[in-house]
C-alpha cells in the first residue's frame, strides 16, 4: 500500500507548526522569562534553541522523511534492535495527550460560560475555577468523585480529535488550515487590544527587563530546555511520523527553520499578550505585578480570566481568550495522537487508520478519567513534572546516540544537504554526537540531584512514585523492545 502523502508541502509546515505551537507557548514560556531574569532567558532558551532544539528537529524530519517511516520503523530501520527509541518516544507523547486534553477540556467548559454576562468567575476566578470547574479536594491522596461536566466536556474534545485524525493526514490536512492561522488571528487580536489599555507597557517592561544574574542558577538552564523539548514537539515522535509523509526530496533544513522561527515568534507574541493584559489588571487594581503574576494553568484559569472581567465587553474577550487555547492546544494535542496512530498502522500492510485511531482516542479517553476527579490537578502537576524533566530528556539522549553513533551523522547529513537549500556544516556532526547528549546527561543528573534532595511540590513519597513510573515504564519497555526486536507485525 503507498504510503500517504501531505498534499503539499504548506500543509506539512502548518501540521509541524501546528503540533509545536500549543498551550505552552502561551503560559508556560511568558512566565519561565519573567521568572528567570526578563529579557535574559532568552539567552539559555536561545542557546538551547541552537545548539538542542534546531539540530533535533533536524534529525527527526530528515529521519522520518528519509527512511518513510513513524518513530518506531525508522529506528528499526537503522538497528533491527533501536525500535524501543521510538516507542518510548511514542509513549511519552501518549502519556502527555492524557492529561493534556484535559486541559483543553477545562477551556471548553470555561468557553461555554463566557457566553454568561456577567462573566460567573467575575470577583473571584480563583474559588470558581478550583471549585466550580475543577471541584478541587485538598490534598492528592483524597480523590473525590468524578466531576461529571469535566467528563462530559473531556469526551467531546475527544471526539472532535478523533474525527480530525480518522483518516489519517488526509482529514488532518484539512483540519490544520484553519486551526493554524486561527489561534495565531486571535492572538493579534488579543495583542492589539492589550497594548491600548492603562498599565500594558508597564506589564511589558516587567516581561522583558533583564536580569543577568539568574543565568547563574543551574534551573533557569533546566527550564530552557525543557521548554524547548515541548514546544518543538521533541522526542514525542511526532515530527517523525509527521515528516515520514513528505516526499523523500523536500528541504528538511528549510523546514526546520520555519518552524523553529514561527514557534518562537508566536511564543514572543504570547508574552506580549499576556503582560500587557496583567499590567493592565495590575495597574486597575493598584496592586503590584508580581502579586497577581503566575504561571501554568492558575495563570490561564486564574489570572487572566480575571484580567479579562476588568475589561470593557468582558464576554467578547473571554470568548476569544478561550477559543484561542482550545486552538493552540487542538494542533498538539492531535499531532500526539497521530504519532501513535503512526507507529501502530507501520506494523501493518493495510492498516485501518479509523479503527486505529478509535483505539488510540478510546485509551486516552478512559485513562484521563483520573484527571477529572477531585485530585485531578495534583496528578496531572506531578506526571507533567516528570514527563517533561525526565521521559522526553531521556529519548532525545538516545535519539542523539542511535543517529551520531550508530546511524552516522555524516551519513544523515550528506542526505539532508541533497535536498535543502540551506546546507548543513559538520557543526551539526559535532552537536548530534557530543553537544546533545553530553549537555542533556548533565542537565538530567542536575534535575534528579534536585528532586531527591527537595521532593517535588511536597507531594508525599507514593505520589511522586507515581510520577516516576512515567519515567521507568516508556523507558523499560523501550529496553525491552530494543533487546527483543519484536514490534513490526508485518
Given at each position: ?275 500587557s493584559i496583567l499590567g493592565y489588571m495590575a495597574a486597575s487594581t493598584s496592586v503590584p505585578l508580581e502579586s497577581v503574576v503566575e504561571g501554568g ?194
Amino acid at each position: 500500500m503507498a504510503r500517504e502523502r501531505w498534499s503539499s508541502r504548506t500543509i506539512f509546515l502548518f501540521a509541524a507548526i501546528g503540533s509545536a505551537v500549543g498551550l505552552g507557548n502561551f503560559w508556560r514560556f511568558p512566565f519561565l522569562t519573567y521568572k528567570f531574569g526578563g529579557g535574559a532567558f532568552l539567552v539559555p532558551y536561545l542557546i538551547a534553541l541552537l545548539v538542542i532544539g534546531t539540530p533535533l528537529l533536524i534529525l527527526e524530519f530528515a529521519l522520518g522523511q528519509k527512511l518513510q517511516r513513524g518513530a518506531v520503523g525508522s529506528f528499526r530501520a537503522i538497528n533491527s534492535k533501536l525500535g524501543g527509541i521510538g516507542l518510548a518516544a511514542i509513549m511519552a507523547g501518549f502519556i502527555v495527550v492524557v492529561y493534556y486534553v484535559v486541559i483543553m477540556a477545562w477551556s471548553l467548559l470555561f468557553l461555554v460560560k463566557s457566553f454568561q454576562f456577567p462573566l460567573p468567575w467575575a470577583g473571584d476566578s480563583e474559588s470558581y475555577f478550583f471549585g466550580s470547574i475543577l471541584n478541587i479536594s485538598d490534598s492528592v491522596g483524597s480523590f473525590g468523585g468524578i466531576n461529571i461536566p469535566l467528563l462530559i466536556s473531556l469526551f467531546a474534545v475527544w471526539v472532535a480529535i478523533y474525527f480530525i485524525v480518522w483518516k489519517g493526514v488526509k482529514s488532518v490536512g484539512k483540519v490544520v488550515m484553519i486551526t493554524v492561522p486561527l489561534p495565531i488571528i486571535l492572538l493579534i487580536v488579543l495583542l492589539i487590544r492589550g497594548i491600548t489599555l492603562p498599565g500594558s507597557f508597564s506589564g511589558i517592561a516587567a516581561y522583558l527587563r533583564p536580569d543577568f544574574g539568574a543565568l547563574l542558577s543551574t534551573e533557569i538552564w533546566t527550564a530552557a530546555v525543557s521548554q524547548i523539548f515541548f514546544t518543538l514537539s521533541l522526542a514525542f515522535g511526532i515530527m517523525i511520523a509527521y515528516a515520514s509523509y513528505n516526499k523523500n526530496n523536500q528541504d528538511v533544513a528549510g523546514d526546520t527553520y520555519i518552524t523553529v522561527i514561527s514557534n518562537t515568534l508566536i511564543s514572543l507574541v504570547a508574552g506580549f499578550v499576556v503582560f500587557s493584559i496583567l499590567g493592565y489588571m495590575a495597574a486597575s487594581t493598584s496592586v503590584p505585578l508580581e502579586s497577581v503574576v503566575e504561571g501554568g494553568p492558575s495563570l490561564a484559569f486564574v489570572v487572566f480570566p480575571q484580567a479579562l472581567s476588568l475589561l470593557p465587553w468582558a464576554p467578547l474577550f473571554a470568548v476569544l481568550f478561550f477559543l484561542t487555547l482550545l486552538s493552540l492546544g487542538i494542533d498538539s494535542a492531535f499531532s500526539l495522537v497521530e504519532a501513535a496512530n503512526t507507529a501502530i498502522s507501520d506494523r501493518y500492510k493495510n492498516p485501518n487508520t479509523s479503527k486505529i485511531a478509535f483505539f488510540v482516542v478510546g485509551l486516552a479517553f478512559l485513562l484521563g478519567i483520573l484527571f477529572v476527579t477531585g485530585a485531578g490537578l495534583y496528578f496531572l502537576d506531578i506526571v507533567d513534572h516528570f514527563v517533561t524533566n525526565y521521559t522526553l530528556v531521556i529519548v532525545g539522549i538516545f535519539e542523539s546516540i542511535a543517529v551520531g553513533w550508530v546511524y552516522g551523522a555524516d551519513r544523515l547529513r550528506e542526505y539532508i544537504n541533497s535536498v535543502s537549500k540551506i546546507k548543513l556544516g559538520r557543526w551539526w556532526n559535532v552537536s548530534i554526537k557530543y553537544v546533545v547528549p553530553l549537555t542533556l546527561i548533565v542537565l538530567l543528573i542536575t534535575q534528579f540531584v534536585r528532586d531527591i534532595v527537595t521532593p517535588y511540590g511536597g507531594y508525599p513519597g507514593w505520589a511522586l512514585a507515581i510520577g516516576w513510573l512515567t519515567v521507568i515504564v516508556p523507558v523499560i519497555i523501550g529496553i525491552f523492545f530494543c533487546l527483543t526486536g519484536s514490534w513490526n507485525k508485518k
